[in-house]
Structure formats: C-alpha cells, structure tokens
C-alpha cells in the first residue's frame, strides 16, 4: 500500500513520531523534533546499524564534536565547494536550486511522454560547471516558477551550505568555525588516533552516528531533505590496490542490511554515479521509493586516498599506515558507506505503512492502518489489555506489565473495546497485544495476538516474556 507525504505527516503528528520543530512558534522551516514513538524508531534504527557495524573485529566507533578545526574544512574541499546553484525568481521571491529546478522540469516532460526533448535537457544538465550553464538552460527551455508562473529569473549563483558561526566573545573572521555538513570529517582527522590507541592496521574501519547540518536551499518531502539530520557513517581503511573487492563487500552489506530490517526488495534500487568527483574510483546510492519518487539513504563511496592525503597536506602530520615487520607504508584508500539516520526514518516509516479491510467487532467491515515494522525496530514491543478495569483484572495485568517493562517498551491500556485497542497498537506498528481476561483469573493465561497475521494464542502467563524474547530476538 503506498502512502502519501501527508498521511505520513498526519500520523506522525498524531501519534508522536514527529512533530514540526518550535510548533507553537509556527515552525522553524527544515527542522523537526522526534516524539516519544519517534525517538524509539529512531535509536532502534542507529542501534541496529551500530551493531551491524561495529560489532566486528576491525570497526572501531566514536563521537567526534560537531564544531571542528576550521581548516578542517579547507582540507576537505567544503569551504570552496560544498555549494549548490540558486535562482530566485523576481516576482514570487521564491530561491530555488537551479539544478532541482531543471530536475523537476525534466519530469514534467517525461510525464508528458516528450521522452527525447526530456533527455536532451538531461545531457545539458549533466554537463552544467559554472551558474551560467544552468541559468541558459532555464532560460531556453522557458521554464517557469511553479509559484508565480513567471520567467523572471535572476542570475543563478552558488550558495554554500555551511552554516556559520563564531567560537568565543568575538565575532570575527579568524574566529569563524562551521556546524559539521558530514560525520565523515570527524572520522578522518581521527584516523591516527584510533588506529594507534585501538591496535589496529588496514583493513579496518571508523564507524560514527550523530548530526550534521547543511543550510539546504529548498528544505521539502518531510524528513528527506531537512537542515539538521543525522548521518550513520563509516570509512573503512584499506590497502590500496583492494578498493574493487571492498566496494562490492561494503554494497552488499549494506544493501543486506536493509532488507534484514524488512525493507521490500521492490522499494529499493541501486543507483551507480554517473558523474564521478576526480579523485573517486566507484560511488553508489542505495535509494528508496520514497511517495514522491527514487531517493539516496546512503551512498557506498571508493575514495581513494584522497581524504587522508588532504588532511595530511593541511596538516602537515603524517596519515599513514606503517608496518612494522617490514617497514612498508602507505596511505589507505577508503570505503565510505554513509546513511541518513533520518532519511533511513523515513524510507522504514513509509516501508512499514500498510492499510487494510478487516472485519471489525460488529462484524462489518473496517480500515486498519498497519506499520509493519521489523519488531527489531518497532517503538513499541507489546501491549497489555486488561479486558475490563474492574473485577481483579489490573491487578492480574500490572506485574506482567512491570516485569515485561524490565526488558522491553510495553504500553499499557485499558480505555476502549478490545478491538479499537488493537488498532491503536497496529497504527504504531506493535507487534504484539495481550489481553487478560476473566478466564485468566483461573488458568492464568493470556491471549497474544500478532500484529501481522492478526492471530492469536492463549499462552500461560509465566511464559509470555519468552515468548516475547524469542520473537523479538
Ligand atoms: P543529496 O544528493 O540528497 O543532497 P548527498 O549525496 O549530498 O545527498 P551525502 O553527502 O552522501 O548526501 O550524505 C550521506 C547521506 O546523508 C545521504 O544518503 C542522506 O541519507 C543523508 N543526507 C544528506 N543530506 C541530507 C539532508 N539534507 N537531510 C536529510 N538527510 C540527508
């Protein structure tokens, strides 16, 4: 069942995954806050990739700050080219990425079958290098503003997407520093640093979760592209001459890793670059089908030497791997596998959304709205339904419900029917209710019923919590 951005939205909102950053202030565009089911989705999804990633021999995790050193960025190119190309449209004053821009126009002819007309303007695009061969494109094709309708465009010119601030009292320029656009950076300067204190030697790997920030141009689709997200990220540090068979390892683990959380094969494609910057050897996206169409989770990136002898160069410290035994050294190349913590959120929310017709209490029939997450991720493991709140039967349900609190998110209710209860649950996606009814009272048994198969088992109280354990893993 394919759902839209806006019930996404509308659940989101009403059931705690996300909400609009600073609401009641009207929002703060790019930006949102994760909610009590949200933030639960959100650790199970890093949790699993910290896992995946870095319980394994060779991968080493940490948790760089998110101000560096600003040559940092010097080194690594953001300075003098993490930008993108603007236009803004006189009339309307709307901005928006020039490359987006003749992207979305390009659909438009391709829905309308004008299929050559639509390749051509895609050859130009690839080809674009300066502001002036994107704004020659909008100007011949007459591509108009979808705000005003107008073709008063401005001239295009590129916009950094760092954001900028001052460490200490003074505002200056020697005393700029830049909100971190990638984990990747945090990792490399480490490099020496973990290797050395961690033991290791080529192959091996830095793995890293937390934010970064990039003042997008355009922020749009909910949390696909927003200013402050979350990055999984991990380089992997090699000899040079193995990047062929590392690339392909590290594509299929992550690809692997997406379908053992329960993401459908028929959603996800790889995409190889096409345009690859100089100093890489191979890149490829793993992308979703998102509602509004194909979009990068994570990119699998060949990158040669190129970071290490950056940071080496701006540096001036040696980044290299020497062996001892016979005194051989050289820079590593790097893997990069670089995920979207929340575009991953995102892709397993609308992966996970289903509706359905059910047969309701009264015997007619009824839409249910179902997240069928992996129960790895689901926010919440199990629910407790005491039937009534009268006749012993809380009493009977609050110890399992303490004793399961132990070890899992369990929830526990007790307004409404049965039946309105156990859509509540499948509209966050639990995998498991259980209700204690007065026959419980004397076999001490419980119903489970499944979220999925909607079936259930009347199972002896004491041995619900390994049952759950099982099931959930
Ligand atoms: P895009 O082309 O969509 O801007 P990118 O190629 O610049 O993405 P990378 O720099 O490779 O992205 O970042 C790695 C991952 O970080 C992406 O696959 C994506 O999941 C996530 N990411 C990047 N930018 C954003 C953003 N603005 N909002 C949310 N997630 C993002």
Known sequence: MAVTVDALLSLSKRRGFVFQSSEIYGGLNGCWDYGPLGVELLRNIKDAWWKAMTYRENIEGIDASILMHPRTWEASGHLAQFS?????????????????LIEEHIAKLQKKGKTDQADAIQKKLDLCQEPKDYHTIIIDEEITDPVSGTKEWTDVRYFNLMFKTFVGPVETDSNTVYLR???????????KNVMESSRQKPPFGIAQIGKSFRNEINTKNFLFRTREFEQMEMQYFIEPGTEAEQFEYWREQRWNWFLQY????????????EKLAHYAAAAVDIEYLFPFGWGEIEGIHSRTDYDLKQHQEFSGKK???????????????????????????MAFLCNAYDEEEVEGENGKTEKRVVLRFHPKLAPVKAAIFPLTNKDGLPEKAQPLYQDLLNSFRVQYD????????????????????????????????????????????????????SYLLDKLG
């Open 84 to 100: 993108d190309p603007m236009i803004d449209n006189k009339s309307s004053k709307a901005r928006y990425r020039a490359d987006t």
């Open 414 to 465: 007790v307004s409404g029917s049965i039946g309105k209860r156990y859509r509540r649950q499948d509209e966050i996606g639990t995998p498991f209710c259980i209700t204690i009814d007065n026959d419980s009272l004397n076999d001490n048994a419980a119903t489970i019923r499944a979220r999925d198969t909607m079936l259930q088992e009347r199972i002896p109280m004491e041995n619900i919590k």
């Open 319 to 345: 980044l290299e791997y020497v062996n001892t035994a016979n005194g051989e050294r050289f820079v590593p190349y790097v893997i990069e596998t670089a995920a979207g913590a929340s575009r991953s959120f």
């Open 181 to 191: 656009p990638e984990t990747a950076q945090g990792i490399f300067v480490n490099f």
């Open 262 to 273: 329960g993401m459908k094969p028929e959603v996800l494609r790889l995409k190889p670059h």
